[in-house]
C-alpha cells in the first residue's frame, strides 16, 4: 500500500516535472518562432552571368551584399560605358542610392553566377543592429573608395590634368550634393 | 586598423584569462606555442587573454611574461600575431594597431583556401552584454573577488548554463551552454559572404552546422580546456592539443 502511494507520489511529481518541461519547452519555441521572425533572413537574388542588377538613373533604393559572385560595375559617359571597379564576396554595392536617397549613379552587372542579399531602406538599422561590425566594415570600405578615389584624382593631377579642373570636378560634385539635398518644393 | 588578412596556416585561441585564478593551462599553452612556432603557424588570439576586468595589476604582471615570450618566439620565427579584442580586455580597443609582431584588431576577416573565415570574440552577440553593459561590467569585475577566494565557483555557473540550455528547445542547433544568439548571429554572418564562422566568449567548446557547408566554431576557454580551432588552406577543424 505504502509502495504503491510512494510510486503514485513518484509518477504524480514525474508527470509534474515532465509537463513542466514540455510547457518551458513549448515556451521555449514561441520565443525562438518570434526571434526567429524577427531575425527573418533578409531578401536573397541570384542572377546569371551578365545579368544587370540595376541601371543608372534607376530609383530604387536597395543596396546588395555580394553572398557569391562578382558585379561589374560600369558608368555611361558620351564617350561610352566606362568600367569603374568590380565588387567581389563580402562587399557591397548600391549603398549610395540607399544612403541617400538618389537615383543610382552607375549601372552594377553580375559576372558570372552571382547571389545577392538585398537590404530595403527601411532593414538597414536592423541590420547593423542584429550585425554590428557590418557598420563597421561599411565605414571602412567607403572610407577605402574615398581614399581610392582621391589617389586617381590625384594622380590624373600628375598625369597632366590640371589643378584647375580636378578643383571643378571636386567643386562640381558638391555644388550637386547640395542642391540635390535641398528640399523639393 | 588590420582587419582583413590572408593566412594559409592559422590557429585561434580564445578566453585565455590570464591573471584569473581559475586559469590552470598556462604553462601546456606556452608549450602548445612553442610546437606552433616551429611548425610556422600564424597565431590568432579571440580575445580574453589578458584578464583586466577581474584582477590586480600585479597579478596580471606575475602571469603575462611568460606568455609574451612564447608570443615573441612566435614573432621571431616568421609567425604572424593576430588580437582581437575581448569584452575582459576591451580596454586594449585604445591601441588597436600593429604593435611589432602583434597586430590588435576588433575583428577579422581571413581569406585562407578561397573560404572565407570571421574571427570575432563574440561579447557584442551575448544578449546580457548588449542590454545591460554597465551592469555586466560591474558583475564582471565584482565577481573577480569571490572567485579568487572560491575558483570552484566558476563551476556552478558552468552548470547553470549547460542546465539552462539542455532545457531550450532547439538544443542540437546551438553550442551546450551558449545562448542562441550566437548561432543566429553566426548565420547573420554567412549571409554575408562569410563560409565559416570563429567566436570565443562564452568558454563552451562546439562546432554547428549552419547548412551549405558553412559551420560556427568556439574553441571554448583555453584557460582550462585543450581546445583550439585550425585554418590549414581554407579547412577549418576543431582539434585538442597532446598534454
Given at each position: ?6 510510486s ?6 514525474k508527470?509534474g ?14 520565443i ?28 530604387d ?11 561589374k560595375?560600369?558608368k555611361r559617359f ?5 568600367y ?11 549603398e ?12 552594377a ?6 547571389r545577392?542579399v ?7 538599422l ?6 554590428p ?5 561599411m ?25 584647375d579642373?580636378?578643383?571643378?570636378i ?14 523639393k518644393? | ?13 580564445s578566453d585565455?584569462?590570464l591573471?584569473?585564478?581559475?586559469c ?8 602548445f ?9 600564424d ?17 596580471l604582471a606575475k602571469?603575462?611574461p ?9 614573432g ?7 588580437y ?5 580586455d576591451?580596454?586594449?580597443e ?11 584588431a ?6 585562407s ?18 542590454r ?7 558583475f ?25 540550455s539542455y532545457?531550450?528547445a ?5 553550442i551546450t ?5 550566437f ?10 559572404g ?28 583555453s ?12 579547412k577549418?577543424?576543431l582539434l585538442?592539443?597532446?598534454?
Open positions: 500500500m505504502l509502495t504503491s502511494k510512494r503514485g507520489a513518484k509518477s504524480l511529481v508527470n516535472f515532465d509537463r513542466g518541461k514540455s510547457i518551458y519547452r513549448w515556451i521555449g519555441n514561441l525562438l518562432k518570434n526571434e526567429d521572425n524577427r531575425f527573418a533572413h533578409e531578401l536573397v537574388l541570384d542572377f546569371d552571368d551578365g545579368e544587370t542588377i540595376f541601371t543608372e538613373a534607376d530609383e533604393r536597395e543596396m546588395y551584399i555580394v553572398q557569391s559572385g562578382e558585379v560595375i560600369t558620351p564617350s561610352g560605358e566606362i569603374i571597379a568590380t565588387i567581389t564576396r563580402g562587399d557591397f554595392v548600391g549610395m542610392a540607399l544612403l541617400e536617397s538618389l537615383p543610382r549613379s552607375a549601372t552587372k553580375a559576372v558570372g553566377k552571382t545577392l538585398v537590404l530595403q531602406p527601411g532593414g538597414l536592423l541590420k547593423i543592429r542584429r550585425d561590425t557590418f557598420a563597421f566594415e565605414l571602412q570600405r567607403l572610407s577605402h573608395r574615398i581614399r581610392d578615389t582621391n589617389e586617381q584624382l590625384f594622380n590624373a593631377l600628375q598625369r597632366g590634368i590640371s589643378a579642373a580636378i578643383q571643378q571636386v567643386q562640381g560634385s558638391e555644388f550637386t550634393s547640395s542642391q540635390v539635398s535641398a528640399p518644393p | 586598423m588590420i582587419t582583413q588578412i590572408q593566412s594559409d596556416k592559422l590557429i585561434v585561441i585565455l584569462h591573471g584569473n585564478p581559475i590552470r593551462t598556462k604553462r601546456q599553452i606556452i608549450q606555442l612553442n610546437r606552433a612556432a616551429n611548425q610556422g603557424y597565431l590568432c588570439i579571440n580575445g580574453d587573454v589578458f584578464e583586466v576586468a577581474q584582477v590586480s595589476f600585479h597579478k602571469d603575462v611568460d606568455f609574451l615570450h612564447a608570443l615573441k618566439v612566435l621571431d620565427k616568421g609567425c604572424n600575431i593576430y582581437v579584442v575581448g569584452n575582459h576591451i580596454i586594449l585604445n591601441f588597436l594597431d600593429e604593435w611589432g609582431n602583434i597586430k590588435l576588433p575583428f577579422l576577416n581571413v581569406i583556401g578561397g573560404q572565407r573565415i570571421r574571427i570575432e570574440h563574440g561579447h557584442l552577440y551575448d544578449p546580457l552584454f548588449v545591460y553593459p554597465l551592469l555586466y561590467e560591474f564582471t569585475g565584482f565577481l573577480g573577488f569571490p572567485l579568487r577566494a572560491f575558483p570552484g565557483l566558476y563551476k556552478v555557473w558552468d552548470a547553470f548554463q549547460r542546465f539552462s532545457h531550450r532547439n538544443r542540437d542547433e546551438v551552454g551558449e545562448p542562441p544568439s548561432t543566429i548571429a553566426a548565420h547573420e554572418l554567412t549571409q554575408r562569410f563560409d565559416h564562422i570563429i567566436f570565443g566568449h562564452t568558454h563552451h567548446v562546439g562546432e554547428v552546422d549552419l547548412g551549405n557547408g558553412k559551420r560556427y566554431f568556439n574553441p571554448g576557454a584557460m582550462f580546456g585543450r581546445s583550439y580551432v585550425e585554418v590549414l588552406n581554407g577549418v577543424c585538442e592539443w597532446d598534454q
